[in-house]
């Protein structure tokens, strides 16, 4: 059974640092996509950022962004601890949302085309909260 429990949401004001984290378990696939996603009051759930391991990508991995935070937001995966991480730097409050870990495994196609569409994921934690006042 898959599990995936983020934490490391706040508050921070604008132009700070946060780093959220997604502990992992329970993948039984060698390959898989752990994706961060976010949601605002009101708008759906769009993908912001992807790691993607193992299988065609090595143990390395591919790792995808949506525009509105690359040069910004880094997402990176400890192996050792089962942990995906997001670093979210020069915050604004257009930041502000919950965020959410989502997971999905055993996929043989390249992710470009889909990694930032909820329905594709199977597998989602809990969220966590980050506010970012101006």
């Known amino acids: 059974q898959v599990q995936l429990v983020e934490s490391g949401g706040g508050s921070v004001q604008a132009g700070g640092s946060l780093k959220v984290s997604c502990a992992f378990s329970?993948?039984?696939?060698?390959?898989?996509?752990l994706a961060w996603f976010r949601q605002a009051p009101g708008k759906p759930r769009a993908g912001i950022a992807v790691?993607?391991?193992?299988?065609?990508?090595?143990?390395?991995?591919?790792?995808y962004y949506t525009d509105s935070v690359k040069g910004r937001f880094t997402v990176s995966l400890d192996h050792a601890k089962n942990t995906l991480y997001l670093q979210m730097n020069s915050l604004t409050p257009e930041d502000s949302a919950m965020y959410f870990c989502?997971?999905?495994?055993?996929?043989?196609?390249?992710?470009?085309?889909?990694?930032?569409?909820?329905?594709?994921?199977?597998?989602w934690g809990q969220g966590t909260q980050v506010t970012v006042s101006s």
């Open positions: 989502a997971a999905r495994q055993g996929f043989s196609s390249s992710i470009g085309s889909w990694w930032a569409r909820a329905s594709e994921y199977v597998d």
């Open positions: 790691f993607a391991t193992g299988g065609q990508f090595g143990g390395g991995g591919t790792t």
């Open positions: 329970g993948f039984t696939y060698n390959n898989y996509a």
